[in-house]
């Protein structure tokens, strides 16, 4: 393709609104530009490149000239036009988890697995926030030193529930250091000065869904269903970007110098890690930055094969938005 038409549904959403900033940020190079709300509604314009565009209500037929479709409106609207949308010849780039697990649909992160876009279907899925930037961190030493474990605790940022909770986060934190309470709706707990060890719905084993999200999408994406993943994913207090704490676990014992020239080299990879420095990633540093930043290397104790890691990066950027667009420019 040269110079896609390239459509959006959920525009003005979260996710949706930063594919936006970032085509421009990245001089995508579409030919003409499509927006649209998930609903019945037009929504408020939006600005693209210093000129104003509206969004107009989605419509099947809006989309008969083949091109690029990001879908950033929920997974229901996924499962309900996703296919029909590829069958009119558009690429479609789904950012919810309606397909990632389907067989006959690639779950892509480029810096990692580009190859399964070859001779795919028209149908690729964006992964999950949390896993993307794990992958990423992983994926280079995995190449090299085979893994086999996982036992990863995330702490997610509001902004992965959407706008509704982090403007949950601001009014709560407010009215908590005024020595009042607010009700929670967006959330299932009160998020300010808190922390909340739950994220989707628990299965009838105890995992959340973002749990079982990590766990699955990990060993996709890495092509090695026999990596034995653990997860336990928990909302915090912070408004933008992921954090992780990583456990892995490998095949042969790690050297610390030879494992910080790998994730140096990565693509994707800003190694922050300098304990004399007091250096480490954190979210404050890391809002709107392409890269999935890694610090505090430990190896061991227990055994020479196990590396602990902690990983930072911006949720709706490379967790969502940046990788879509990401996945786009490798269709080129």
Same mark, same amino acid.
């Given at each position: ?10 525009? =003005?959403? @979260? ?23 998930? #609903? ?38 996924? %499962? ?5 949308? *590829?069958?009119?010849?558009? =690429? ?26 070859? #001779? ?18 992983l994926a280079p030493l995995h190449r090299v030193y085979q893994l086999k474990r996982v036992i990863v605790s995330t702490y997610q940022s509001v902004s992965g529930a959407g706008?509704?909770?982090?403007? $949950?986060? *601001? =009014?709560? +934190? ?11 709706? !967006?959330?299932?707990?009160?998020? *300010? ?15 959340? #869904?973002?749990?079982?999200?990590l766990m699955n999408e990990t060993r996709k994406i890495l092509g090695d269903p026999s990596i034995d993943v653990v997860a336990t994913a928990v909302r915090v207090p912070v408004?933008?970007?992921? +954090?992780? +704490? ?7 014992? @790690?050297?610390?110098?030879?494992? %910080?020239?790998?994730?140096? !080299? ?12 007091? @250096? ?5 540093g890391c809002v709107a930055k392409e890269a999935t930043f890694v610090g505090r290397l430990r190896i061991g104790p227990a055994s020479r094969r196990g590396l602990s890691m ?13 990788? !879509?667009?990401?996945?786009?420019? $490798?269709? @080129?």
């Open positions: 393709m040269k110079n896609p038409t390239v459509s959006i549904v959920g525009a =003005t959403g @979260l996710v949706g609104s930063e594919i936006v900033k970032i085509l421009s940020l990245r001089k995508f190079p579409f030919g003409r530009l499509l927006l649209f709300s998930s #609903g019945r509604k037009a929504e408020r314009e939006v600005a693209v490149s210093g000129q104003a565009m509206p969004v107009v209500p989605f419509a099947i037929d809006a989309l008969r000239e083949p091109g690029i479709c990001f879908l950033a409106a929920g997974g229901d609207f996924s %499962r309900r036009w996703a296919r029909e949308i *590829a069958a009119l010849g558009h =690429t479609v780039i789904d950012n919810s988890s309606a397909f990632r697990m389907a067989e006959d649909v690639p779950l892509v992160v480029p810096e990692v697995n580009r190859g399964d876009l070859v #001779g795919r279907g028209r149908l690729v899925a964006n992964p999950n926030c949390s896993t993307i930037q794990m992958v990423v961190a706008l509704e909770a982090a403007g $949950e986060l *601001a =009014t709560q +934190s407010a009215a908590y250091l005024e020595g009042r309470d607010l009700p929670a709706r !967006a959330l299932p707990h009160r998020i *300010a000065f808190n922390l909340i060890p739950r994220i989707d719905v628990f299965d009838c084993e105890g995992w959340t #869904g973002e749990e079982r999200k408004f933008r970007c992921h +954090s992780e +704490s990583v456990y892995a676990e490998f095949g042969r014992e @790690l050297d610390l110098g030879e494992v %910080r020239g790998i994730l140096r !080299a990565a693509p994707g990879v800003v190694l922050a890690d300098d304990p004399e420095k007091d @250096l480490y990633p954190m979210p404050a902690w990983i930072v990066s911006d949720n709706v950027w490379k967790g969502a938005a940046l990788n !879509a667009v990401q996945i786009a420019e $490798e269709l @080129l």
